[in-house]
């Protein structure tokens, strides 16, 4: 059974930085696409940031140049590294893993709908 577990949300001014971690409880060896999507009251699931097993990553316009995804292959870890936050990342995070799909498939319109496992979520909360 897969198991997804995000940690390192917390709240932190503008500006700052959070390092978010998603644990996996099994390895998708090489072949998986892994996405970090973020949700606020009201609207759908957007995509972040993706990564896939051909090392390809995308972004959502929104965090680019701010955001950094990456994977740790040998502890089955997915990390988000949010640097210079704003109050509009303010959101509940969620992880998710598939099997391959093009890292592109998380920041597509509707994207979250590739994705069958799910963490339950860590929330992230920027000050102006």
């Known amino acids: 059974q897969v198991q997804l577990m995000e940690s390192g949300g917390g709240s932190v001014q503008a500006g700052g930085s959070l390092r978010l971690s998603c644990t996996i409880s099994?390895?998708?060896?090489?072949?998986?696409?892994m996405g970090w999507f973020r949700q606020t009251p009201g609207n759908e699931r957007e995509g972040v940031a993706g990564?896939?097993?051909?090392?390809?990553?995308a972004y959502a316009d929104s965090v680019k140049g701010r955001f950094t995804i990456s994977v740790d292959n040998a502890k089955n870890i997915l990390y988000l590294q949010m640097n210079s936050l704003k109050a509009e990342d303010t959101a509940m995070y969620y992880c998710?893993?598939?099997?391959?799909?093009?890292?592109?498939?998380?920041?597509?319109?509707?994207?979250?709908?590739?994705?069958?496992?799910w963490g339950q979520g860590t929330q992230v909360t920027v000050s102006s």
């Open positions: 998710a893993v598939e099997g391959f799909r093009p890292a592109r498939m998380v920041t597509a319109v509707n994207g979250a709908n590739a994705f069958g496992y």
């Open positions: 099994v390895s998708f060896e090489n072949s998986y696409c």
């Open positions: 990564i896939d097993s051909a090392g390809e990553t």
